[in-house]
């Protein structure tokens, strides 16, 4: 009886430990997949993922626009959320125009938009315009004038993505960023985090 007893015991004792343990392998996968699930599933390691099938609303229903080096860039009518005013492209000829697109709770837009605010202050006499365009839908007005204001940006034009923008500039990612000459084509694009020497090396030969 009692050596029944304790065979029972240690089955159930076993049993427990295997449960613990798979348990435990469960747990392991999810904290990688949560971790590292962009590079296995090919996600993009330089700027963190917006849209696959445009997760903020945005429709992607036409075809992209091949958006290349030295291409003019699409053309865009953004009304700029402080003063009313209806920006195209050619609202900033004969200047270069840095295009950010960022979110009001990114950490990643905070330091690249203080960094491109700090090299415009330092080169001064507005010698390139800035157009932060808000990509989530859910962020307030007021809430895209206060993250224009910490990041220092008070002479950049401010405005709110359509879809039409969405589209054209293929917008996948935050903190992505359009850099075009004084003729509006493009010289520079790309999703990463810009500190100051970055923000400069790009912009400067432009001006």
């Known amino acids: 009886m009692v050596k029944d007893l304790q065979k029972e015991t240690r089955k159930e004792i076993k049993i427990s430990g295997e449960l613990l343990i798979g348990l435990v392998l469960v747990i ?3 904290i990688i997949l949560v ?3 962009g590079k296995i599933f090919g996600g993009n390691k330089t700027g963190l993922a917006v849209t696959q099938e445009s ?7 036409n075809e992209k626009i091949e958006l290349a080096i030295d291409v003019l860039a699409p053309d865009f009518s ?11 492209r050619n609202s900033f000829k004969d200047k270069p125009l840095l295009i950010h697109f960022f979110a009001s709770w ?4 905070d330091y690249t938009g203080k960094n491109i605010a700090r090299f415009d202050n330092d080169v001064g006499d507005e010698r390139f315009n800035v157009l932060a365009v808000s990509i989530d839908p859910r962020t ?6 206060a993250w224009l204001s910490r990041v220092e ?3 950049w034009y401010l405005a709110k993505l359509d879809k039409k923008v969405e589209r054209d500039y293929d917008v996948r990612f935050l903190d992505q960023k359009y850099l075009l000459d ?3 084509v493009i010289k520079h694009k790309d999703s990463q985090t810009w500190d100051y020497n970055e923000a400069k090396q790009f912009i400067e030969p432009l001006l």
């Open 35 to 37: 971790l590292f699930g």
């Open 28 to 30: 392991g996968v999810i």
């Open 182 to 184: 004084k003729k509006g």
């Open 140 to 145: 307030t007005d007021e809430e895209a004038k």
């Open 55 to 61: 997760k903020f609303g945005y429709a992607s229903e």
């Open 153 to 155: 940006g008070d002479d």
């Open 106 to 109: 990114c950490p990643r837009c």
């Open 78 to 88: 953004l009304t700029d959320l402080r003063t009313g005013q209806i920006l195209t």
